[in-house]
């Protein structure tokens, strides 16, 4: 008896001082917070919804009203100027739209990719996602040796070599369009071009036929799944804790184990063809094959590290673009005063490809005035929306004097959007981006800037090129009148009517 009360104090002391810890400790957090708050609070930004959790009650209204953060962030800049102040408990993260802040900062390699992110990426809720690869990789000479051998993946030489893949994905798509066409039907365009990406990266980065058009798959649902949790893990600090977040936490995990067990497939069947000397392509797993290393003895770290990349290519090279298309179609097709552009994009076709049923390298370069609509629709459709540095040490922007210490967050949402850089910017005006039109400077970054800008920038643009002359060539499509305009936020930005055209032969390709 004695030694059970004995045990039974000794507990409730332990309780006690635990609690007294946990007590200083949150003491000392908060701390902390303020001393956050008075160093950086001399910068302008909007008033704080609590003490501890800064401005991430603003943040989670917005996604509880299925709202898109990037339209706060452009309010905040336009209200607040070119350098803000966010907080999220202890972190400070700066809204930058200064164009000298945004050249300094994205073209060196000084400034490397937010921890913050870089680590929810990394791993999402436990499962690791991007790992270590190339899209989340902070040190830069780890970065910098991927990159390296990446690069020859996307080289203009060996991206010549992937018209042929581009024209014959694109065209099982027209086939699709096709039946459609002859039974008057309408039709959703984002799930279908959604197939085509992944047709695309399936093949030419993998070399694996998937005909998604034909055939149903599990992978654009995983990668659905993933870039929610994206998100979440990005955007709620305490998800995870809710019990009622376990189902879907679950599937979260469950669909990156899916692509990572399909590219330890895909890696093993190519790993195999190499060793039997097979022909194999020079394609982006090869590269990734590479980046591990030492072939013949990989350890489990050289493994993981190659899913990472995999995962990163799979995802990074399919959604984005299938996002541009379906943009580009719903501008097109949204305003009556764009027909005149319609008209003009389509006779282009007509010039550069006639009755072509393949689009050469050479065909692509003369399609000026359809970059020009691309470059337009990602202006005010950035699909990959911004991107984010660390800035460790003070600096000056805009006369505002930066601490180290924080987060510089880049949105080129917000910059696309903005009356300073684009005048009119909701009026969708390809003219914007005439050769002989001034350059936009650095407001414009769709596929980020300096040394960490996307790596499939020309890939994304000749996929999307193809599939547009392909459409513009041999149908003509317009909106279903009554749809949304509105976008989803699912990491990347999408159309949430999924953009429904009714679509019909064009007269001369009947
Ligand atoms: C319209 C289509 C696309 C857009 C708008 C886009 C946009 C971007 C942006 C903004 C980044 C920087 C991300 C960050 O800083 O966190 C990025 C990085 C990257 N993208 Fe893309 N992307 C597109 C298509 C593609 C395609 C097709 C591929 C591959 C086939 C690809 C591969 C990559 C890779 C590997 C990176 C990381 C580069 C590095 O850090 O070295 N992207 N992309």
Redesign the pocket.
Same mark, same amino acid.
């Given at each position: 008896m004695a030694l059970w009360h004995l045990l039974l104090n000794w507990a409730s002391t332990l309780l006690l001082l635990l609690l007294s810890l946990l007590f200083v400790a949150f003491l000392g957090f908060c701390a902390y917070i303020k001393y956050k708050h008075m160093k950086y609070d001399h910068i302008p930004g909007p008033p704080r919804d609590s003490f501890f959790f800064g401005h991430s009650p603003t943040f989670f209204k917005i996604m509880e009203g299925d709202g898109i953060v990037y339209e706060k962030f452009l309010e905040w800049s336009e209200t607040y100027g070119p350098v803000y102040r966010i907080n999220l408990l202890h972190y400070v993260i700066l809204g930058v739209s200064c164009p000298d802040a945004t050249k300094e900062i994205l073209m060196s390699s000084k400034y490397t990719?937010d921890e913050f992110i870089a680590n929810r990426l990394s791993n999402l809720f436990g499962q690791r996602f991007l790992g270590n690869g *190339?899209?989340t990789a902070r040190d830069h000479e780890q970065?910098y040796k991927q990159?390296r051998i990446?690069d020859p993946a996307f080289s203009s030489l060996y991206l010549r070599g992937l018209m042929g893949t581009f024209n014959e994905r694109a065209e099982k798509l027209m086939e699709k369009l096709s039946d459609e066409a002859d039974n008057k039907g309408n039709v959703k365009m984002l799930p279908l071009v959604n197939c085509v990406t992944l047709d695309v990266?399936a093949k030419a980065?993998f070399g694996v036929d998937l005909d998604l058009l034909n055939t149903s798959s599990p992978f654009p649902k995983a990668i659905e799944t993933c870039l929610k949790g994206m998100v979440y893990s990005i955007r709620d600090a305490f998800f995870q804790f809710n019990l009622k977040n376990r189902p879907f936490i679950k599937e979260v995990r469950e669909a990156c184990r899916l692509l990572r067990r399909t590219g330890a497939q895909w890696i093993h069947d190519r790993k195999t063809a190499i060793q039997n000397g097979d022909d194999v392509p020079k394609d982006?797993l090869t590269q990734i094959i590479k980046t591990a290393g030492k072939e013949e003895n990989t350890t489990k770290e050289d493994e993981e590290f190659m899913l990472d990349n995999f995962v990163?290519?799979f995802i990074?090279?399919q959604e +984005? @673009?299938a996002n *541009?298309i379906a943009f580009c179609i719903m501008s097109l097709g949204r305003h009556p005063d764009i027909l005149e552009r319609y008209i003009l994009i389509q006779k282009e076709v007509d010039d550069v490809i006639g009755m072509k049923m393949d689009l050469s390298y050479d065909d692509l370069g003369k399609l000026t005035y359809l970059t020009q609509v691309l470059k337009e629709t *990602?202006r005010i459709y950035? +699909?990959?929306p911004g @991107?984010s540095r660390d800035i460790i040490k003070d600096m000056v922007i805009n006369g505002i004097r930066i601490p180290g210490g924080c987060i510089a967050l880049f949105s080129s949402y917000a910059s696309g959007r903005m009356d300073k850089f684009f005048k009119d910017p909701l009026t969708f005006d390809p003219e914007r981006f005439h050769p002989d039109a001034p350059k936009p400077y650095y407001c414009y970054y769709?596929?980020?800037l300096g040394p960490?800008?996307? *790596?499939?920038?020309n890939?994304?643009q000749m996929?999307?090129k193809v599939v547009m002359a392909k459409l513009l060539q041999r149908f003509d499509f317009t909106l279903i009148p009554g749809q949304t305009f509105d976008l989803v936020d699912t990491g990347s930005l999408r159309p949430k009517s999924g953009v429904l055209c009714s679509i019909r032969h064009r007269k001369h390709s009947q």
């Open positions: 990719k *190339l899209v970065w990159r990446m990266i980065a982006i990163a290519f990074a090279g +984005t @673009t *541009l *990602l950035p +699909t990959a @991107t769709p596929f980020a960490r800008a996307c *790596l499939g920038k890939f994304a996929e999307a």
